[in-house]
């Protein structure tokens, strides 16, 4: 490993302890409590000579959920680090992330302008307008170039945003300035001109150089107004990692009615949306039988940069996903969790494709394919369509236990190659009591209200009813947590763009009526939105405390 890989590493390692997905500026942000591990602690081993460990031995104790976000926050600092940004023109950059700082093209404002409109004026008043008929109604524009210098004792008509002529000592207001028609300007009695009113001046803002925003920000319609107004055209942006979904399943159906044993298939309409929503560039999702060599072959043959699979990952007669890793020689980064619901899922680092079965294969897809195949589109980076694909999250198959995963291993995971900072813990306290499992942490859907986090009931494994109304998942101790107890939430990723969305009468609102609530103070108003949306489905339904683990 390189230098500069060992100190990303490094990094990476000091910034993993407390991993998180809660959105910025969501809720306050605490200290999260800290769970009890349940299990010693099962950290990644150092590289030794064989990077590839045998994978056919008996199931050791599942990682710990910390630990296992911790892992996947780490295992494609490497490949993070040495992804070459990709240029986008403004109109293109909105929703990517800046690969590099945002610094400053030119002073802002590139000169001295006028704040408002009003008169240029030079020294003390009265001052004396100008005898040209054009000076008089029109005075200095914005666009225009450089004005003659104003000598001592007069003034001209300004825009706002026009140049500040030379001599130039402040700006008086059009409301508190009066033209006689005598050819002199006074200034109000209740107004005095003080020097350098509204004047801005060059370099107010920032001086070419100046660093406006660090790495890792997502651009946002004010961050494209910010780098146009610094004298950009365009933005160096993380390149957005390519994710393929393999939805594994024989008894699953794409459309129509359940039937025949048979049901209908939630995971593939679901997980590639989730997984643009963090970021990913997804690059197709397709459904498999449950035959070992057509899991085998897709996963050897994506050129995605991670491979997510859902279903498979037990180890059930036609669970192939296991099998699958120990053909391709990968490497188990994290194999169980323990986690309820979705304590099956698996993280693990695809090993490189030979050159020669990279020529295998393609000379087999020619063969297939004698007229050729169609021209992919070009990507952003030079070369991925042979790229191997260098990770694989192995998702369950039920639909919450599959959320579970996406927000324990592939967000972390996607969030390193995306550049996004880590979150900090948001804590909430529990409006109700939440059992736990004995030894394993739990991850409940829960929605806010008076910035409480009440558990919803539908929270079994195949349950989406919960999480489809929620606003994030709570992260249970093992052994549960009473009534008042402060949590971690994970927020989804929708949530934050929803708070934003929030008119400014809704948000009024809810201050006022936080600031009355004593609870106020544990999320802001702009969070507790969501709890209106759960109140209104009646009879409380949705609540169940006493609804035990998955």
Not at 26 to 37: F, G, I, K, V, Y
Not at 289 to 303: F, H, I, K, R, T
Not at 448 to 453: E, I, K, L
């Amino acid at each position: 490993m390189l230098d500069a890989d060992v100190h990303v590493w490094r990094q990476f390692l000091g910034n993993s302890t407390s991993e998180g997905t809660g959105s910025k500026n969501t809720r306050s942000r605490a200290p999260a409590p800290q769970t009890p591990a349940p299990h010693p602690k099962r950290t990644p081993a150092a590289p030794t000579s064989h990077p590839h460990p045998l994978m056919d031995e008996p199931h050791h104790s599942p990682t710990s959920w910390p630990d296992a976000r911790a892992i996947a926050a780490r295992a494609a600092v490497k490949e993070a680090a040495h992804a070459a940004p990709v240029m986008r023109p403004l109109s293109e950059a909105l929703g990517q992330v800046l690969a590099a700082p945002l610094a400053a093209l030119t002073d802002l404002p590139p000169f001295d302008t006028s704040a408002m409109d009003g008169w240029a004026l030079a020294g003390p008043g009265p001052w004396r307008l100008p005898t040209d008929e054009k000076d008089q109604v029109h005075g200095i524009l914005a666009g225009h170039g450089e004005a003659a210098a104003l000598p001592d004792g007069h003034a001209v008509r300004i825009a706002t945003g026009a140049r500040v002529p030379p001599g130039a000592t402040a700006v008086l207001r059009s409301e508190y300035g009066t033209a006689a028609g005598d050819g002199w300007l006074h200034a109000s009695a209740a107004h005095p001109v003080v020097l350098g009113q509204d004047i801005r001046t060059r370099g107010q803002e920032c001086r070419s150089g100046d660093q406006l925003l660090p790495a890792g920000t997502l651009v946002t319609p004010a961050v494209l107004g910010l780098a146009a107004a610094a004298g950009y055209d365009e933005l160096p942006t993380v390149r957005r990692p390519r994710v393929e979904v393999l939805v594994l399943g024989d008894e699953l159906l794409t459309e129509g009615l359940p039937h025949d044993g048979r049901i209908r298939d939630a995971l593939g309409p679901m997980v590639g949306p989730w997984l643009r929503a963090l970021g990913a560039e997804v690059t197709g999702t397709r459904r498999l039988a449950d035959e070992a060599d057509a899991v085998c072959a897709a996963v050897a043959e994506s050129s995605a940069d991670v491979v997510v699979t859902t279903g498979g990952t037990a180890a059930g007669p036609v669970d192939h996903v296991h099998p699958t890793l120990r053909r391709l020689g990968a490497e188990l980064l994290v194999d169980g969790v323990a986690v309820r619901p979705g304590h099956p899922m698996l993280l693990a680092r695809l090993a490189r494709e030979s050159r020669e079965n990279r020529e295998s294969r393609e000379s087999r897809e020619s063969r297939e394919n004698p007229e050729g195949p169609d021209t992919p589109e070009k990507s952003e980076t030079p070369g991925p369509q042979t790229r191997p694909a260098r990770h694989l999250v192995g998702l369950p198959g039920n639909p919450l236990a599959a959320v579970s995963g996406l927000l324990t291993l592939a967000e972390p995971l996607l969030r390193t190659l995306t550049g996004r900072p880590a979150p900090a813990p948001g804590p909430a306290p529990l409006a109700e009591a939440v059992q736990g499992h004995p030894r394993d942490t739990r991850l409940v859907p829960v929605t806010f209200r008076q910035d409480a986090a009440v558990p919803l009931r539908f929270n079994g494994p195949a349950m989406l009813r919960g999480i489809a109304v929620a606003d994030g998942l709570a992260v249970i101790p093992p052994g549960g947590a009473k009534r008042g107890t402060e949590v971690e939430v994970l927020d989804l990723p929708w949530s934050a763009i929803t708070t934003e969305q929030l008119s400014y009468a809704d948000q009024t609102r809810r201050a006022d009526q936080a600031h009355r609530t004593p609870q106020a103070g544990h999320r802001t108003p702009q969070a507790s939105h969501h709890t209106d949306r759960a109140a209104g489905h009646g009879d409380g339904e949705d609540i169940s405390p006493e609804e035990g683990p998955a």
